[in-house]
């Protein structure tokens, strides 16, 4: 906090006074993003495909994530902290992903033995595991070999965009 500040241009007191936590601060840095990524989910619940809407939701996701270092740890954590300043937003997407799976498992598209929950944690710990350099440049396959295990039967279509 102390070098935000310094690059900030302002005392660490002003910035604390604004941010009291680094939570509250990556909730600030990140709402516009959270807010477009839920709402892109919202899109997602009308379209064609239940299994396709589901698997671009997990991209983006995925995408935003790995934009972010460190953020799906602070995510994760925020996930069951009402106190937490990043609650509401990973709230928002908690149900968002919640939503595009029980559309997705309503149409026969998604493992019926899942729910919003193991979809997050599914989430996050792909999040987390591309995060680390060792795993990063797996990022593609490793989302082939979980978004496999959560479709039941993934289309050529599906696949092929897994890979992408």
């Not at 350099?133 to 979980?146: Q, T, W, Y």
Request: aromatic share 8%; with cysteine; glycine share 4%.
């Amino acid at each position: 906090m102390r070098d935000i500040a310094r690059r900030a241009d302002v005392g660490l007191a002003t910035l604390l006074r604004h941010f009291p936590t680094r939570e509250a601060l990556f909730e600030a840095l990140l709402c516009t993003n959270l807010d477009a990524l839920t709402q892109k989910a919202d899109e997602l619940e009308t379209s064609d495909s239940p299994d396709e809407a589901l698997i671009s939701w997990f991209q983006d996701w995925l995408a935003f994530a790995q934009s972010y270092r460190g953020v799906v740890a602070m995510m994760a954590a925020a996930h069951t902290n009402p106190d937490s300043a990043l609650y509401a937003s990973c709230a928002a997407v908690h149900s968002a992903s919640a939503r595009l799976l029980l559309r997705a498992q309503a149409e026969g598209a998604a493992r019926p033995d899942m729910n919003g929950d193991d979809l997050f944690a599914l989430m996050t710990a792909l999040g987390w595991a591309v995060d680390q350099p060792s795993f990063a440049p797996r990022a593609d396959h490793l989302f082939h070999i979980i978004t496999g295990a959560i479709l039941t039967n993934p289309s050529s279509k599906d696949v092929k965009k897994a890979a992408c």
